[in-house]
């Protein structure tokens, strides 16, 4: 059971680029999805995550209007397309997933530590 991050990259500020995560060994069903980000030396912060039990969203304030979460069922792939990049968002980018009752009733949505399984992360680096 694992998660698998890909699609990160090198950048030009202004610039996209679209991570997928994909499971392995099980499926995203009833499950919250979330994307978090880390820099060295910093806590890890949540970024966007997708509830299909509630079917909502949530985002970051530092990332809103700017980065789109979003589940392809047929895939079984979430996606986090990432618009207008500042040197700013460089990070290792991970996704995990998470109980959605826990997760709904405590309103957690974008804490860390409310996330069970994690992928290995995919590095994004934005340049000026």
């Known amino acids: 059971v694992q998660l698998v991050e890909s699609g990160g990259g090198l950048v030009q500020s202004g610039g996209s680029l679209r991570l997928s995560c994909a499971p392995s060994g099980f499926t995203f069903d009833d499950y919250v999805i979330g994307w978090f980000r880390q820099v060295p030396g910093k806590e890890r912060e949540g970024v966007a995550c997708?509830?299909?039990?509630?079917?909502?969203?949530h985002y970051g304030d530092s990332v809103k209007g700017r980065f789109t979460i979003s589940l392809e069922v047929t895939r079984n792939t979430v996606y986090l397309q990432m618009n207008n990049l500042s040197p700013e968002d460089t990070a290792i980018y991970y996704c995990?997933?998470?109980?959605?009752?826990?997760?709904?009733?405590?309103?957690?949505?974008?804490?860390?530590?409310?996330?069970?399984?994690w992928g290995q992360g995919t590095q994004v680096t934005v340049s000026s």
């Open positions: 995990a997933t998470g109980d959605p009752w826990t997760i709904g009733i405590m309103n957690t949505y974008l804490d860390p530590s409310a996330y069970d399984t």
């Open positions: 997708l509830s299909q039990r509630q079917d909502e969203t």
